[in-house]
């Protein structure tokens, strides 16, 4: 498996790609004016507390006021002696008009604002900082247990040296040298204490800490040993990125490459056509089958069908090599729309046991490469796979789009027949109600050119029925479902 990551930068956005043996994985997008808030730290105020849903809401200077469950708030004076919370009354933990000291673990989404935690998290290229906790964690994707015993002894090792906080290893520490992992605590216990003094002096409902940029965001994050290349098409970008690895990641620095090429660095893999499909609905596999995917607010429906694939041996088989296929894809598109919460997909029905294991296991295989937390069931007795996956921030069709104006983002509109007939019935409103000598009904194109055809006739009785004029005018402005009818 090799990785290459692509940045392209522009003056008020940075575009970056995860790109896997050629074919594009992820997308992430920042914008000057809409910066993701994951990972920053702000001094919040307490604004109002809801012991119904055991929570509270925190300004922290932002547009709307961000979110803090009682599960999310640490506290030394709830905690028991086997570390149990005594507690998880709202009330108890927060007051209105308290200050605290909050983090960001999931951007605004929709009309939700974001949410927040008391247990702060500062991340480093190989460890993260658990201010106020004891215990050692490691990533769950370093598998050799001699390796994890190793990384947890250095660290250990580290803490006995100063009085310390809780760490857990990220993947990246895998095989990293001793001297490297406690020059990171060195470095993430001097942080937190300048974060503590910032706060100290901070004024309510400001930031006290902003994780790093996108493009230095993905090299500590996300470049590990597949990773080939980096290729960054601004060279300002590539002057600030190479002291930062150089600095840190010191092992990344020749894979680091300004890219001056006159043709586009995203062209180069055809990642703007692939994000231009991943905003379609339906996804084309390679054997003719395809996919109907639909985002909705409460979970996203993903549709497997045969399509044009026909197969060369029986129903059965077809439907299997279908599911087979679409496993992989289904994980792709998760990644590349960065689609999460609860997902419900719907494969092609099979009969046999056998076929359905194999499916769930492609599924699972392919989502071991994804980032993101992810969580599969079984197959249901209706024959959907229901899973979770960890959403932090917005989907890529979220970010790049709008709802339509038109049908307000339903995907549909009322037909030009189903509003002559609301017509029909406002104006027995408007005539029974008030007095007038005549009605002029404004409405779409489409709508006037059938009410002056195919339903001239009851037209024709409704003025007959009032005993009073109606009148037709065309609003170019007029979307097809709006009218109004105006009495003269």
């Given amino acids: 498996m090799s990785e290459e990551i692509l940045v392209n930068v522009t003056p008020r956005e940075t575009r970056v790609a995860l790109v896997e043996n050629g074919v594009l994985q992820e997308v992430f997008i920042e914008r000057t004016r809409r910066r993701g808030l994951v990972g920053n730290v702000y001094k919040g105020v307490v604004t109002r507390v809801l012991p119904g849903m055991q929570a509270a809401f925190v300004s922290i200077g932002l547009e709307r006021a961000a979110f803090l ?49 008391t247990h702060i998290t500062i ?6 900082l658990m201010p106020g906790a004891c215990n050692i964690g490691v990533s769950q994707r370093i598998e050799d247990d001699a390796e994890r015993a190793r990384l947890k002894e250095t660290v250990q090792r580290g803490m006995a040296e100063a009085e310390d906080h809780g760490y857990i290893v990220r993947t990246a520490a895998e095989g990293a ?60 970008t590539f002057q600030k990125a190479m002291p ?95 689609l999460g919460g609860i997902i419900i997909v719907d494969f092609i029905d099979m009969q046999q046991e056998d076929h359905k294991r194999q499916v769930l296991r492609a599924l699972e295989k392919s989502i071991e490469r994804d980032h993101a937390k992810t969580h599969i069931s079984e197959v249901s007795n209706l024959g959907l796979v229901q899973m979770t996956r960890k959403r932090t921030r917005e989907s890529l069709e979220h970010v790049l789009c709008e709802p339509c104006h038109t049908c307000g983002g339903r995907g549909s509109l009322k037909t030009a027949e189903t509003v002559c007939y ?57 979307t097809q479902e709006q009218y109004d009818v105006v009495l003269m």
């Fill in 69 to 117: 469950h009682a599960s999310d708030i640490a506290t030394t004076e709830s905690e028991g002696p086997a570390g149990e919370r005594k507690t998880d009354n709202i009330t108890q933990l927060v007051h209105e008009g308290q200050q605290v000291l909050v983090q960001v673990i999931k951007d605004p989404l929709g009309t939700k604002g974001a949410r927040l935690t």
């Fill in 177 to 236: 040298d001793p001297e490297a992992l406690i020059a990171d605590m060195v470095f993430l216990r001097k942080l937190w204490t300048s974060i503590q003094e910032r706060a100290a002096r901070a004024q309510p409902e400001t930031i006290v800490y902003e994780d790093l940029p996108l493009v230095l965001r993905v090299l500590r994050d996300m470049v590990g040993t597949a990773v080939e290349k980096v290729r960054i098409d601004s060279r300002e």
């Fill in 422 to 478: 609301e017509i029909f019935r406002e104006i027995l409103r408007e005539a029974r109600q008030f007095d007038a000598d005549k009605l002029l009904v404004l409405a779409a194109q489409d709508v006037v050119d059938l009410l002056l055809d195919e339903e001239s006739t009851s037209l024709a009785e409704l003025e007959a029925f009032i005993g009073k004029p109606i009148q037709l005018q065309v609003e170019q402005l007029y």
């Fill in 123 to 128: 991340p480093s290229r190989c460890l993260v």
């Fill in 244 to 338: 930062f690895v150089q600095e840190f990641i010191p092992e990344l620095a020749t894979l680091l490459e300004y890219y001056p090429g006159e043709r586009p660095v995203f062209d180069l893999y055809g990642v703007e056509d692939e994000i231009q499909k991943a905003l379609e609905r339906k996804v084309q596999l390679k054997s003719g089958g395809y996919l109907i995917i639909d985002q909705t607010e409460a979970m996203t429906t993903i549709d497997v069908n045969t399509g044009a694939y026909v197969g060369h041996r029986n129903l059965e088989e077809t439907i299997f090599k279908t599911n087979l296929e679409a496993a992989q894809a289904i994980v792709r598109q998760l990644r590349l729309r960065n």
